[in-house]
């Protein structure tokens, strides 16, 4: 094929996500270039034999007119690049890489829509409001410009159909999230109890951080002997929350917060059952970590989640948005800890015959034509 370039809106995820899919690419025998707003680049990059370049796109970044002329240099940078293949994912560079790659005449772009986030949920302010209103028309101008449109799970392409976001016509290849080394995450052993309930993830309202809270207090305040630790950083997302009230939950006593950490096994080799109550994904990465490591699993009814857990064999589900319910999967643990073994296993078993990261570049592969 000749030359790749890969955007993503994260500069970690390059390697952590999308390092076995681009040394995929450079084996194959294509020159990958790979971009994200960040600065540096991220480390192991160099050692997959990608190059990297700081894209202009700024993440964070709500105004119109800084996007626009981010996504121009963007497209004169393509058009030097000249690339046989744009892959874009994450948001920003769906939308922004798609179109400056569009503007670029760039011959074949493929799109990664890992999940829909908090522009496609209700509520979130006056803020979320008016960047959906901007970002939606602008994404279905994107994903019109993509010659192939992937997605982690059937539920967000039904959504992106109904609202108009993607034609009827327009195919759609669905693969099994970003797939998961099975190598690099082995099986622990249970540590010994008290039985411990592990939240990872930026602290976000809408990875379900609230009712993860609520009900280890409701939990606590029952008198359980019950660990619940929270691991992942505050983030500027409108969803997040603040380091305050980080602290005042810590200083409660009602969970214990690490904050960020580059290894996340460590804590998962202390917990017994891992807990994502979010509000959507497209498939996330922590739980599939979390399975690979023989760790049941609760996590909600919800777009990307759902498809992880099969209810009462790996875990359970939970009704969104629902401390009740949460706390009421979690008192299961605690009274039968011998369900956190057994669903364990069930999670590792369904990590390698679902979650693979081989047979998910496998699909990837052949849908972006390496």
């Known amino acids: 094929m000749g030359r790749v ?12 996500f999308r390092g076995h ?31 990297y370049e700081e894209c202009p796109l700024q993440r964070a970044s709500v105004r119109a007119d800084r996007d626009l002329r981010a996504t121009l240099r963007l497209a004169r940078r393509l058009r030097q690049l000249a690339p046989d293949l744009l892959f874009t994912y994450n948001v920003k560079p769906v939308v922004y890489g798609t179109l400056a790659g569009w503007m670029a005449g760039v011959s074949h772009r493929a799109s990664m829509v890992t999940g829909l986030g908090y522009l496609f949920m209700e509520g979130g302010g006056r803020r979320a409001r008016v960047v959906r209103r901007l970002a939606l028309p602008l994404y279905r101008k994107a994903l019109s410009r993509s010659h192939t449109i992937i997605m982690q799970n059937p539920d967000d392409e039904s959504d992106l159909r109904r609202i108009g976001l993607i ?25 010994a109890l008290p039985l411990s309930f592990l939240f990872v993830g930026r602290l976000l309202r809408d990875k379900g951080l609230l009712e993860f809270v609520e009900a280890a207090r409701r939990l606590r305040t029952e008198g359980h002997d019950a660990r619940f630790v929270l691991v992942g950083p505050t983030d500027a997302n409108p969803s997040g929350v ?37 509000y959507r994904e497209g498939t996330p990465r922590s739980v599939l970590e979390a399975m690979s490591t023989q760790r049941a699993v609760i996590t909600t009814d919800a777009p990307g989640c759902r498809q992880t857990v099969e209810h009462g064999r790996n875990g359970f589900l939970v009704a969104v948005g629902s401390a009740d319910d949460l706390a009421r999967a979690m008192r299961r643990y605690i009274q039968q800890p011998e369900l956190a073994e057994q669903h364990g296993r069930q999670s590792r078993q369904r990590a390698a015959d679902v979650y693979d990261v081989h047979k998910v570049n496998d699909v990837m592969a052949r849908a972006l034509r390496l």
Request: glycine share 12%; net charge negative.
């Open 242 to 278: 603040t380091q305050v009230q980080v602290d005042g939950w810590a200083e409660e006593g009602v969970v214990e917060v690490v904050g960020p950490t580059d290894d996340v096994g460590r804590y998962l080799a202390e917990c017994h059952v891992f807990v994502l109550p979010s």
């Open 5 to 16: 370039v890969v955007i993503s809106g994260f500069g970690g995820s390059l390697v952590r």
């Open 167 to 191: 034609a009827p016509e327009q195919p759609v290849v669905q693969v099994s999230g970003s797939g998961i080394d099975l190598e690099q995450f082995p099986v622990r052993p249970l540590p």
């Open 21 to 51: 899919l681009i040394r995929r690419m450079i084996e194959a025998g294509h020159e990958v270039v790979a971009m994200s707003p960040d600065p540096h680049p991220p480390e192991g990059l160099a050692e997959l034999g990608a190059s």
